[in-house]
């Protein structure tokens, strides 16, 4: 207790003046002369008491609104740490729930609440609760509170999401939540102890503040799960592969149902032996142009439901028009080139092959890709035509050949180029691949490069700006990537014949053409898939700007607030819809695999886990909880209610004084 102004206390002295008052009153002033009282009956006894007690008890009413009146002005307060204000064995219980998707699984998640209800109740009556939800995010329900019917209403709220967790994470945050708490803290974490939710090191789950720690399982043994845990696209087969495994199951037959664009299309019944993984291919499928959805699901379905499906997007793009300028009278490079990159026919490549001679017939602008087999086939006009066209946002892939030996300089690129052609010299009587740059898209999906002979070839003399995505062993550039205006040049340093490598008779030639077509026509992205918890904007989709709609067709909110322009939280699975400039996208967003391996940790990590808190200890206080350092509490609004209220009855006990006193009364 303190008084934040303690000098209004000399009112006190005031409470003197009543004293006086009553004193000088207490004779009846209402005297009459009578000759004789012996022949007066005595008043009664009970009377006269009555009378008395009514006169102190508005003497003791007047003295008590003076000393209110003066304490208030004194401004009394209730001070104290968070241990003394709630008592010495008080305790903070921070009660954090385990709102992952594998708590959706059969009766988890109500033993979950029973387990916290059953924790509420046994707080001591000056035990402090808090309530953590550990999802994506860990997030305080509650604030640190004596207020039991609080912390239940909270718990009653929650609900297990679709996120996983790492309980590495989750003590790194309570860390921070508990840092400096005056009182000694009990961390009852509620999970299932899902292996999966460990994290990378041990080490992550030691806790840096003092606290005792309380695992509560909600598992039980031998519980099993299936799960679909890939679905995928192969362009190549034209055929969707679906992923299907067992966790600590027995063998059972199921169904699988594979639907396109909302349809049933497909459907396999399979015999899986116990705990296994199988993969299932379904073809013939007949996709529309622009983006298909893509859903397997699992029948029938087991105790968690949210990995009995899952979703896939697949583009099928509009027929590109490709423009094939060959170099080659006989057409060998054109030969090439057009087979290559009419084995992948989900691309729809419309290719449209010419001489340079045409080229100042054609409109260039109406062509997604030109090709040109060499170089050194070009005219000047056709090089200023092609240069207007990439400076404009075209795109070109050219090879060097026989035609490009003695120029000075690459035609369009302008890079330099020496006049001798180079041949390789490096072990024997040709050269091969040294370095590939994986990480560029054009070349992710490219392997056995190394497999080919280059017998002839041409050294250019990348500019600063250039990119060599490959080399060969002796380091030529045999790859340039050239950025011209506002368009690109892929530039092969060798031919795309069989006169100088022999690439076009290695099965990687197909792939190659293939991938650094689609990446310069930017039709890399076949099938589209974001994981859940992260965030999408219409400019990942390759749109400028539009509307993003959640999987329910509700428009969806951005990160700030706002429905349209920048970037939307991932939260929910399905297929999430962008709209914009006329176009429509896809992305579907599925539940992490991971989630559906129910296996617990092995009995002695947790040993080990509680090995490190062995009990709670007092830090130094903070005011991190809100319970600690605590402000002064003022008292003094209570006594001006008081004071109201004793100011109502004194009122009313002078003025029945009075009455009495002037014969009023009976």
């Known amino acids: 207790m303190t008084l934040l102004a303690p000098v209004f206390l000399v009112g006190l002295f005031a409470v003197g003046l009543p004293l006086w008052l009553h004193r000088l009153s207490s004779e009846n002033p209402n005297r009459q002369p009578f000759s004789s009282v012996m022949f007066l009956e005595p008043g009664e006894p009970r009377r006269v008491l009555a009378k008395n007690l009514q006169y102190l008890l508005l003497l003791a ?10 304490l208030a002005f004194a401004r009394p307060a209730l001070l104290g740490s968070a241990q003394t204000l709630f008592g010495e064995s008080a305790s903070l219980h921070v009660i954090v729930m385990d709102v992952s998707a594998s708590m959706r699984y059969g009766q988890r998640w109500a033993r979950a609440q029973d387990i916290a209800a059953e924790i509420i109740d046994d707080l001591d009556s000056t035990d402090l609760g808090q309530l953590v939800a550990a999802g994506r995010l860990i997030r305080v329900l509650e604030a640190p509170s004596l207020d039991r019917a609080s912390l239940r209403q909270g718990l009653n709220l929650l609900e297990p ?3 996983r967790i790492d309980y590495g994470q989750i003590i790194s945050a309570m860390d921070g ?3 400096g708490a005056e009182l000694p803290v009990v961390l009852h974490l509620v999970t299932d102890l899902q292996q999966n939710s460990s ?8 806790p840096q503040t003092s606290l005792e720690l309380r695992l509560h399982d909600v598992s039980v043994a031998g519980e099993a799960n299936w799960g679909i845990d890939g679905l995928g696209w192969s362009a190549a087969s034209a055929e969707v592969t679906v992923g299907i495994r067992g966790y600590g199951t027995a063998a059972a037959e199921m169904t699988v149902l594979l639907e396109l664009n909302g349809d049933a299309v497909a459907s396999q019944l399979i015999a899986v032996p116990a705990g296994a993984a199988v993969r299932l291919n379904f073809d013939g499928l007949e996709l529309k142009s622009g983006a298909n959805r893509i859903r397997a699901r699992l029948t029938p379905g087991d105790s968690l439901t949210v990995d009995d499906e899952r979703a896939l997007v697949v583009r099928r793009p509009s027929p590109s028009p490709v423009l094939l300028v060959a170099g080659d009278p006989r057409g060998r490079d054109a030969l090439f080139i057009s087979a290559a990159m009419d084995t992948l026919p989900e691309r729809a490549w419309q290719i449209e092959q010419i001489v340079p001679a045409a080229m100042p017939e054609k409109t260039l602008a109406d062509y997604l890709l030109v090709i040109v087999g060499d170089g050194g086939a070009l005219a000047a006009e056709n090089s200023a035509q092609l240069r207007d066209y990439i400076v404009a946002g075209g795109a070109l892939l050219m090879a060097l050949g026989q035609r490009a030996v003695g120029l000075d300089q690459v035609p369009i690129t302008n890079q330099e180029l020496l006049t001798v052609s180079q041949f390789g010299r490096v072990s024997s009587d040709y050269a091969t691949v040294g370095n590939l740059d994986r990480t560029h898209p054009a070349l992710s999906a490219v392997d056995d490069l190394r497999s080919v002979k280059f017998f002839r070839y041409l050294a250019v003399v990348p500019d600063g700006s250039d990119s060599v995505l490959i080399r060969l062993d002796d380091g030529t550039p045999l790859l340039i990537e050239h950025l011209l205006g506002d368009g690109r040049v892929l530039l092969f340093t060798s031919s795309l014949d ?17 991938e650094l077509s689609a990446y310069l026509t930017g039709g890399l992205a076949l099938s589209s898939e974001a994981s859940l918890g992260s965030t999408l904007s219409p400019r990942a989709v390759g749109l400028a700007g539009g509307q993003i709609f959640d999987p329910d067709g509700n428009k969806a909110l951005g ?3 706002t429905g349209s322009g920048d970037e939307v939280l991932l939260d929910q699975t399905g297929f999430y ?17 991971r989630e559906s391996d129910l296996t617990p940790m092995e009995s002695n990590t947790v040993s080990r886990w509680l090995a490190l808190s062995p009990g709670t200890s007092r830090n130094v206080p903070s005011a991190a909880l809100g319970v600690v350092e605590t402000p002064p509490t003022p008292i003094w609004p209570w006594l001006l209610g008081l004071l109201a209220v004793i100011v109502i009855v004194e009122s009313w006990a002078g003025n029945w004084h009075l009455r009495v006193r002037r014969g009023i009364a009976a």
């Open 199 to 206: 994290p990378t090191r041990f080490a992550d789950l030691i």
């Open 161 to 163: 999401g679709l996120f």
């Open 577 to 593: 819809e962008i709209v914009g400039a006329g176009q429509t996208e896809l992305v579907a967003v599925n539940v992490d695999p």
């Open 61 to 70: 009413l007047r003295i008590g609104i003076l000393a209110l009146l003066a």
């Open 559 to 561: 990160l700030a607030g």
């Open 498 to 514: 069989r006169q100088w490598n022999d690439l076009p008779l290695k099965p990687v030639f197909v792939t190659l053409v293939a």
């Open 177 to 179: 939540i508990l840092r």
